[in-house]
């Protein structure tokens, strides 16, 4: 039976699905500890108001922060940004004029200005005016980047050069961007094959550089001639070389082939879990890597011990209330006396929630636990169920979106297959899902949009509780749903409990091959 007094909504296929989500501004919220009265410099002692910045009668709002809390802002003044725009400044103070003055927002927006990077140190100063304070930011900027040179460079092109280090003409000039640039560098001709390549500043670091220049020394490139593997039974080398990244090029050496040694650390990772998903949880893999006498070529070899491989013992299901155990276990392919395969358990789950979602429960949620036992290469399976209830079909919405959607939407409820009033089958939704892309009526390339997709989504609780609140169709006050006229004087006759239905003994017309 489908659940009663609830709302099933179906979100049909659309050319781009956007779902958008609200991020809480904290920019205002933010507060940071900070010591000191407003006008002292970011992380230095209060000073005084340059004579170039303030008129004579300037007054430093620490002189009476009492009577500066109570008054408004009149004006917001910028001094000493000869590079940076103004409306790049102002984006990042907000302290605003025709405001109450408060010296805590205008420390908080030296922060902000300092985090930025385009300054070494950035001041406030107050002056009184008619009706309140004039707040003044004077800004001390970092030099700018004049132009970034690459010396050295063979192998890769400096616009691949220029990406990686983030940095353009124009920037800010520091010593820890250009350091980090020169890392950045090191690291990338690292993973391209060159191992040996290093990269120095030549300008930039000093003080009155006005250029980054970086100096390239790339090395040798290695290359892997041959890939072997030792110790392994259950696998043939070429069905390795299947699950590794690392391999020789083609050719050996125009293409590919490079060496790279995170790549190397992840197909030992790789061949880990692949061992693992066979059932030898106590593999170990490890490599071995050897250069030839000009120290280009590497031979790679991978070592493996296998360890015991765990047969599954005994497989068992758990929280399963519409359907016995039997015939549930009956359509597992991972049985008793099996080796653990990942791929088998894997299909079992999928095919556990199909028959409940062929049922109508499809939010049925279906874990597996492998259990170890104290035998060695020995393991139960556990797979926990928890069916969650029954749902039909109470409205379907279809959202077509693009830049001039002219597609009707019976165009997509006529591939549908089900209809309001239906109990959910999953796999009916999936073969809806599939019909979209087919019929090349919307973008199936993620490139380009968001291709088809049916969203099924639980019930809304206010329509739930509306619909309870509705009364039945054909009941009127003071009679019962068959109409006759209900006596409150007289008693009615108690009906004895209903026993519980015995759980289904096999999915009804439910079939794996469907």
Request: with cysteine; net charge neutral.
């Amino acid at each position: 039976m489908a659940q009663q007094g609830r709302t099933w909504f179906i979100r049909g296929a659309a050319a781009a699905l956007v779902i958008c989500s609200a991020v809480p501004d904290i920019s205002r919220g933010q507060s940071f500890p900070l010591t000191g009265p407003q006008n002292a410099p970011y992380g230095a002692a209060p000073q005084a108001a340059p004579d170039s910045a303030l008129p004579a009668n300037a007054l430093p709002p620490g002189a009476a922060p009492g009577a500066a809390q109570r008054q408004l802002v009149v004006s917001v003044q910028i001094l000493g940004a000869s590079s940076t725009k103004d409306y790049e400044i102002q984006k990042h103070i907000h302290t605003r004029a025709e405001r109450e003055f408060d010296p805590e927002l205008v420390q908080a927006d030296v922060r902000r200005l300092v985090t930025t990077g385009l300054f070494r140190d950035v001041k406030t100063f107050t002056r009184p005016t008619a009706g309140g304070v004039t707040v003044i930011f004077e800004v001390f900027e970092r030099p700018r980047i004049h132009k970034i040179l690459f010396l050295g460079n063979r192998v890769l092109s400096e616009k691949l050069l220029s990406k990686e280090i983030g940095l353009k003409p124009g920037d800010p000039l520091n010593s820890y961007s250009c350091e980090e640039a020169r890392r950045k560098l090191e690291e990338l001709y690292h993973t391209k094959g060159n191992p040996t390549a290093t990269v120095s500043l030549l300008e930039g670091d000093q003080p009155g550089d006005k250029d980054l220049v970086l100096l390239i020394n790339e090395g040798q490139i290695e290359r892997i001639a041959w890939v072997t593997f030792a110790g392994n039974t259950v696998a043939s080398d070429g069905r390795l070389k299947t699950q590794i990244e690392s391999k020789p090029g083609f050719l050996w050496y125009f293409f590919k082939g490079k060496v790279e040694r995170a790549k190397i650390d992840g197909d030992v990772e790789k061949l880990t879990a692949y061992y693992r998903s066979l059932g030898y949880f106590r593999a170990r893999v490890g490599r071995e890597l050897s250069f030839d006498d000009s120290g280009k070529w590497l031979s790679l070899k991978f070592i493996i011990s296998e360890g015991p491989r765990y047969v599954v013992r005994n497989v068992s299901v758990e929280g399963n209330k519409k359907f016995a155990n039997k015939p549930l276990l009956d359509y597992l392919q991972l049985k008793s006396g099996k080796y653990y395969n990942q791929a088998e358990m894997n299909a079992d789950l999928n095919k556990l929630v199909d028959i409940y979602g062929s049922q109508g429960h499809v939010f049925a949620d279906v874990q597996a636990d492998p259990r170890f036992l104290e035998e060695p290469g020995q393991l139960d399976l556990v797979y926990r169920i928890q069916e969650g209830d029954v749902f039909s079909v109470s409205e379907i919405n279809v959202h077509i979106e693009g830049e001039f959607p002219h597609t009707r939407q019976t165009v997509v409820l006529n591939r549908a297959g089900i209809r309001p009033g239906d109990v959910l089958d999953t796999r009916k939704i999936r073969d809806w899902e599939r019909r979209l892309k087919a019929s090349q009526l919307f973008t199936v390339n993620p490139q380009e949009g968001e291709p088809p997709k049916v969203v099924v989504r639980p019930p809304d609780p206010l329509s739930i509780q509306s619909l309870a609140e509705q009364p039945a169709p054909g009941t009127v006050r003071g009679q019962d749903p068959g109409g006759d006229v209900v006596d409150r004087n007289f008693p009615r006759q108690a009906t004895a409990p209903q026993r519980p239905a015995p759980p289904a003994q096999y999915p009804p017309n439910w079939s794996p091959h469907r």
